[in-house]
């Protein structure tokens, strides 16, 4: 697919630092806010905001299919509701502006200070107003070893795994933007076979290591989306950490699943990258045996490399790397997972909210999780301060980042991250 701001040789008048998630191949899209402004949309370029609302209002966004409120407001759920087509044009027209040699923008020194902005100086927020949330379980190293360990390890898979990209309703109120600090959950946990469950706070708290991807408006109610139109209806996604409750989600998921395990935070990072920016970095998917149902049946590399890592930072230290994964070691992908979704006839609309499941490679160094890393608590990582980790401990900070690497372009996420606090 040739998307033209996707172009390795293009180079900004915009200053790109060396190894930013952000050179302008990626241009992507969230919700700032600068002091003595309202919430607005904007991109990024380097360590400098575009302010799309001042763009519109001084007519560099003219023949495109947008509405000033489309702009002024506080999540891109508006600026989405124009598809795919729409927010290609945009994200092209933005590359144009921002190009070296094009003088349209820069030589108005003017416009310029009105529509860039250090990043510094801008608060981020919530990207989009999500209205359903999705969690799948697609990584098929994370699943086996959660199968291990909790139940047998020639048996580790259940018998639907390997037919189903396996999901479940989550919560969205309570998906937060990075650096939104978090207070340990309480609920049941029952440490003993033989005696009565007990009420208290969370004491083997876990991050899950996973990319979130957001839609467009799709079809209406009783309409499916196969995997050849599922790219149509990706918007972009971003880095996703989706906690978990280890202890309360053992004594609570049979029969229904997570439920207070669950619900209580995920973290998503700011900026949403579109699937066009991308598109450079697909891969082919592993061989899915046995073959899959017609209807997850898909064409060429919907798999995307994008390296992953999380670190672990305890108050007052510096940080400990603690996983190097990659979202290509999915086994299920995005369009499986939204074919999957709809095939029913429920109704996928803009900005809901899918997460792809812990993301685990086939070694260790690769596990998207502390249950796996330390194999249920049976082997604590060393930290730079001396002390160990089994699961997360007060005060830590917990630090996702990702990005993809092709032809000298990095197209990057930035972070997300969150301070777990104590339980109130």
Not at 97 to 113: S, T, W, Y
Not at 169 to 192: D, E, F, L, Y
Not at 212 to 218: D, P, S
Not at 252 to 271: D, I, Q, R, T
Request: include cysteine; charge should be negative.
């Amino acid at each position: 697919m040739s998307i033209a701001a996707n172009n390795p040789a293009l180079s900004s008048w915009v200053e790109v630092p060396e190894n930013s998630d952000f050179p302008i191949q990626n241009i992507p899209f969230g919700i700032v806010k600068a002091e003595g402004h309202s919430p607005r949309v904007a991109s990024r370029i380097g360590d400098s905001i575009i302010d799309l609302k001042s763009l519109f209002v001084l007519g560099y966004l003219e023949n495109l299919q947008f509405r000033l409120e489309d702009f002024d407001t506080d999540s891109l759920n508006a600026m989405m509701r124009s598809g795919k087509q729409g927010t290609r044009s945009l994200r092209n027209r933005i590359s144009k502006l921002f190009e070296a040699g094009q003088e349209d923008l820069q030589k108005n020194e003017h416009h310029v200070n009105q529509v860039l902005i250090p990043v510094g100086q801008v608060e981020m927020l919530m990207p989009v107003k999500v209205g359903d949330y999705t969690d799948f379980y697609s990584s098929e190293q994370h699943a086996y070893n959660v199968g291990c360990m909790f139940r047998d390890p020639n048996n580790a898979l259940l018998p639907n795994w390997k037919h189903i990209p396996v999901g479940y309703h989550g919560r969205a109120s309570s998906i937060v933007i990075s650096g939104t600090p978090m207070h340990r959950p309480k609920g049941q946990q029952k440490p003993n076979d033989e005696e009565p469950p007990v009420f208290g706070p969370c004491k083997l708290l876990d991050f899950e290591l996973e990319m979130g991807f957001v839609t467009y408006q799709g079809k209406p109610l009783g309409d499916s989306i196969s995997t050849e139109e599922a790219d149509d209806y990706i918007f972009g996604m971003c880095l996703f950490n989706d906690w978990s409750a280890r202890d309360i989600q053992k004594w609570e998921y049979v029969p229904l699943g997570p439920f207070l395990a669950k619900n209580f935070a995920s973290h998503v990072s700011p900026w949403i990258v579109t699937l066009d920016a991308l598109e450079p970095f697909r891969v082919p998917g592993p061989v899915q045996d046995p073959k899959v149902l017609p209807y997850l049946e898909y064409t060429g590399d919907k798999h995307i490399d994008i390296n992953l890592e999380v670190a672990i930072q305890p108050e007052n230290s510096e940080e400990k790397v603690v996983c190097h994964s990659n979202y290509k070691h999915m086994y299920w992908n995005m369009n499986q997972q939204l074919a999957h979704h709809s095939v029913n006839g429920c109704n996928i609309n803009a900005g809901d909210m899918m997460a792809s499941g812990t993301i685990s490679g086939g070694e260790e160094g690769m596990y998207g999780s502390m249950l796996e890393i330390s194999w249920k608590g049976t082997k604590p990582v060393p930290m730079p301060d001396g002390s160990e980790r089994k699961f997360i401990l007060d005060n830590d900070t917990v630090i996702m980042r990702g990005y993809g690497e092709k032809n000298g372009v990095r197209v990057g996420f930035g972070e997300v991250s969150a301070k777990v606090l104590p339980a109130k």
